[in-house]
T-cell receptor, first 115, second 114 residues
């Protein structure tokens, strides 16, 4: 079966441009998470959905970051007016239920470079 | 707030030697603990998890970890490593009451040399 799919794998944008990153979770998975991984660091939590509801967005670094999951499946992370400090790998993960003991399955990430 | 400390940023080891990657977490409240492995340009793959019960948990690829509540530690071990174990390893904690978001350590780069 297909795992978590993220697109694009690589994205280069100029400072000030808007970008959109897509995540296709494993089919039927209720929970979806976004993480930001800076170079040489561990992933940091951004936001979490259970079905279409965004239950926690405490990790979004600024109001330039916005995430949605309108039909409870595919999710998009949008970054407006990108800055150089937004350069990182953005990881998406999904899990089968909304319980915190469920393992998360990760995609390969989108590597975002802001010039 | 939860935090996870991985005490070693890099661990070089020779093939077939034993290895221990150390992890400590900050909170003594009920948590779930995980170890993930990340190969270059890939996402994270679950090695093992501790939810409850036996404090010694076994995972994939011959790895195991021991949960020590009094020391708030969850160290990862393997008795004999292979070249293919070369990767970045992340310890993570999930608070039982916060919906599953993972708090990760900074990672430990395991480098296995022939």
């Amino acid at each position: 079966g297909a795992g978590v799919s993220q697109s694009p794998r690589y994205k280069v944008a100029k400072r000030g441009q808007d970008v959109a990153l897509r995540c296709d979770p494993i089919s039927g998975h209720v929970s979806l998470f976004w993480y930001q991984q800076a170079l040489g660091q561990g992933p940091e939590f951004l936001t979490y959905f259970q079905n279409e509801a965004q239950l926690d967005k405490s990790g979004l670094p600024s109001d330039r970051f916005f995430a949605e999951r309108p039909e409870g499946s595919v999710s998009t992370l949008k970054i407006q007016r990108t800055q150089q400090e937004d350069s990182a790998v953005y990881l998406c993960a999904s899990s089968s239920r909304g319980d915190s003991n469920q393992p998360q399955h990760f995609g390969d990430g989108t590597r975002l470079s802001i010039l | 707030a939860q935090s996870v400390t991985q005490l070693d940023s890099q661990v070089p080891v020779f093939e077939e030697a034993p290895v221990e990657l150390r992890c400590n977490y900050s909170s003594s409240v009920s948590v779930y603990l995980f170890w993930y492995v990340q190969y270059p340009n890939q996402g994270l793959q679950l090695l093992l998890k501790y939810l409850s019960g036996s404090t010694l948990v076994k995972g994939i690829n011959g790895f195991e970890a021991e949960f020590n509540k009094s020391q708030t530690s969850f160290h990862l071990r393997k008795p004999s490593v292979h070249i293919s174990d070369t990767a970045e390893y992340f310890c993570a904690v999930s608070d039982r009451n916060q919906g599953g978001k993972l708090i990760f350590g900074q990672g430990t780069e395991l480098s296995v040399k022939p």
